[in-house]
């Protein structure tokens, strides 16, 4: 069935850097057009970037522009999110999923990101 798994978060200082990873399986990672989302709480969750089934172009929300990069291995299933000059209102749970998700298609346990002052 379909899964993932995100990791690579963890408390950082302001302006500092992470780097998340996403494994997924279940399904043809090559032929899919993959997000990353964040929730922070009370909140739903947003798309943060997405990138095209062959890595050749992703595209960003305003907030994430610049300095948020996505990239993906298809050989591997994996996705990642390089995250530099972290600010505080970054922190969230992060996620990966398809960006046209169906109801099949379950969300993994995230990985949280908090930035500090």
């Known amino acids: 069935q379909v899964q993932f798994v995100e990791s690579g978060g963890g408390l950082v200082q302001s302006g500092g850097s992470l780097r998340l990873s996403c494994a997924a399986s279940?399904?043809?990672?090559?032929?899919?057009?993959m997000s990353w989302y964040r929730q922070t709480p009370g909140k739903e969750r947003e798309v943060v970037a997405t990138?095209?089934?062959?890595?050749?172009?992703?595209h960003y929300v305003p907030f994430v522009e610049g300095r948020f990069t996505i990239s993906r291995d298809n050989a591997k299933n994996m996705m990642f999110l390089q995250m530099n000059t972290l600010k505080p209102e970054d922190t969230a749970r992060y996620y990966c999923?398809?960006?046209?998700?169906?109801?099949?298609?379950?969300w993994g346990q995230g990985t949280q990101v908090t930035v500090s002052t």
């Open positions: 990138i095209v089934n062959n890595g050749g172009s992703a």
């Open positions: 999923n398809k960006l046209l998700r169906s109801s099949e298609d379950p």
């Open positions: 279940g399904f043809t990672f090559s032929d899919t057009i």
